[in-house]
């Protein structure tokens, strides 16, 4: 009997490995198949068609868009994309050190960072590149240029450059610095209790800014902390783990990440002492906060060590591991899912319901699932992390929208900074009348005018009511709303002023201050600052939102 089973088993076991073997060498031979004619056909296509092929081109084309077929997040880095991938992960490149944009035909000067080589050698937000090292940029996209403006240390590279207002150009011999992006572009004492960090990356050792920013704040002696990661697109996970560690005991669960190859599921704990446990904290977050920015926020609201403010975030839980591929490129695949303390993922489980900006729009009730934090509150998956204090976001007008768009606020920004030397300290700086009025002469003279999105729906309607042959039957109607929602370039400047000088102000300010001072000078007036420092001081709703019970997470 005993022989039998064994010899049962024994069948079992060659009948298993034969068809593991069969599968496993019926895909390799797929696998096979399939480079043969894509090789073929791309011979052919070489050999055949009508007009000239870039290989390169093709090649990139191909394998971008059987990555894409994956998700967004799965990418072909090729060699002359190297400079910018390492970037993306240090914050570190060798450089002028600006931000530079495309604006109609031509290539300027979005934002000169602080300290380095664009600003100490005088170039300006709104400088016009016409050259970089002899070489014409009028035919040239951004990354053109950049790649021109980037190259090694202590080395000078030539730019010539057209500046608004001045009628001959200028030619300016800028020394490359490394240069290294700050993660934390502003800390600092909002009142007497409340300390204020901005996180505007997880590049390496940005927890160590984080670090320090705190210990500086802590000597004040605040109440709270306020934790900004709005538009924070993420980084490196480790960098969000040691940003949590922070704030939580040694040993405490993090993150954990899961995926095909079991022997790289990982959990993080936090491993070093913390700085604090007890001070109250509130993590600001919108639709772009995205990735390790939801690890942060995420494990902060699954331990009950904080509280959560703003909208939902973007729904980004997969983990990118790099793999190095022949010539110097590599391959970013998503080989996990991440899995914040209370064992929910952040990622969005429904890709076809994306809003514009690529972050989660509607969450299916039927995708949801109910989970609890360390004190024992609801919580829930579906995607992104919710808040435990919304705040709406504020919509633009179509006026505000187009100004922005179409380069009116910069413009008018460059044409105030040249014109004027100084402007007060960014927090008491101001759109007076004066300066308004001279914004609004500057937008009319410019012969601006605009559609708003409601002449769009409404153009949509008509077109389906003289389809459906109602038109004429509600004509007069239908002219009486159009007339009525006609922009007024006049009327719709002063309904919308105090938007359109908000953002005035922060174009202004950062022409004479930079990326601080705009900062600085939106603090007092953002909405989300305003209501976070109320939940935070609150006697009481700080620590009911840790309540056993209470349900955070929902749509």
């Known amino acids: 009997m005993k022989k039998r089973l064994l010899i049962g088993i024994t069948i079992v076991a060659i009948i298993g490995i034969s068809f593991f073997s069969f599968t496993r060498d019926e895909k390799n031979f ?33 394998i971008d868009k059987m990555l894409e077929s994956l998700d967004p997040y799965t990418n072909y880095i090729s060699e002359d994309q190297m400079e910018d991938f390492r970037f993306m992960t240090t914050g570190e490149y060798a450089g002028i050190g600006a931000l530079i944009s495309k604006q109609k035909d031509n290539i300027v000067i979005a934002e000169p960072y602080e300290g380095f080589p664009a600003q100490k050698f005088g170039i300006k937000a709104g400088d016009i590149i016409l050259e970089v090292s002899g070489k014409d940029t009028k035919d040239m996209n951004t990354e053109d240029v950049s790649s021109l403006l980037k190259g090694p240390a202590n080395k000078p590279v030539t730019i010539k450059l057209q500046r608004p207002g001045q009628k001959k150009p200028f030619t300016v011999d800028v020394i490359r610095e490394k240069i290294s992006i700050d993660a ?6 909002i009142d007497q209790n409340t ?13 160590e800014d ?20 709005r538009g924070n697109p993420g980084g490196l996970l480790v960098e969000a783990v040691k940003i949590v560690n922070l704030f939580v005991p040694k040993g405490e669960e993090i993150v954990s990440t899961r995926g095909k190859v079991t022997q790289w599921d990982k959990v993080y704990k936090a491993t070093a002492e913390p700085l604090d446990t007890t001070m109250k904290i509130a993590v600001l977050v919108n639709s772009g906060s995205a990735s390790a920015s939801e690890i942060v926020s995420g494990a902060i609201q699954d331990l009950d060590r904080g509280i959560i403010v703003g909208t939902r975030t973007f729904g980004k839980g997969l983990v990118q591991t790099t793999r190095d591929l022949s010539y110097n490129t590599k ?8 899995y914040i303390p209370s064992g929910r ?14 972050s989660v729009g509607h969450v299916p009730d039927s995708l949801i699932t109910e989970f609890t934090t360390k004190k024992g509150r609801k919580v829930y998956d579906g995607g992104g992390v919710v808040p435990d204090v919304k705040i709406e976001g504020d919509r633009l007008s179509s006026l505000s929208i187009e100004l922005v768009t179409r380069f009116m606020i910069f413009d008018f920004a460059t044409k105030y900074s040249n014109e004027n030397e100084s402007i007060p300290e960014p927090e008491q700086f101001t759109i007076t009348d004066d300066i308004y009025k001279q914004f609004a002469d500057f937008v009319e003279q410019s012969e601006f005018n605009y559609e708003s999105a409601l002449q769009d729906d409404l153009k949509e309607l008509l077109e389906t009511a003289k389809q459906e042959k109602y038109y004429e039957l509600a004509k007069e109607e239908f002219d009486a709303l159009a007339a009525k929602i006609e922009p007024d370039l006049d009327k719709d400047l002063s309904v919308f002023r105090p938007e359109i000088s908000d953002l005035l102000e922060s174009e202004i300010v950062s022409r004479f201050y930079y990326q601080k001072g705009s900062i600085r000078a939106s603090i007092n007036d953002d909405k989300g600052i305003t209501k976070t420092i109320e939940a935070l001081h609150s006697e009481t709703a700080y620590a ?5 019970g209470q349900v955070v997470g929902m749509n």
Do not use: W
């Open 210 to 229: 984080v670090k320090r920013a705190f210990l500086e704040l802590k000597e004040n002696n605040p109440d709270g902390l306020i934790l900004d990661l």
């Open 345 to 358: 993922c952040i990622q969005a489980l429904d890709y076809s319901h994306r809003n514009e900006d690529g």
């Open 30 to 62: 797929e696998i096979a198949k399939n480079l043969d004619i894509y090789h073929t056909l791309f011979r052919e296509l070489n050999m055949f068609y009508v007009d000239e092929v870039n290989p390169n081109d093709l090649v990139k084309t191909s």
């Open 331 to 338: 391959l970013k695949v998503t080989t996990a899912k991440y």
């Open 184 to 189: 934390v572009p502003y800390y600092g004492m």
């Open 195 to 207: 300390a204020y960090i901005r996180l505007s990356n997880f590049t390496t050792n940005c927890s």
């Open 544 to 548: 009911a939102f840790f309540m056993p």
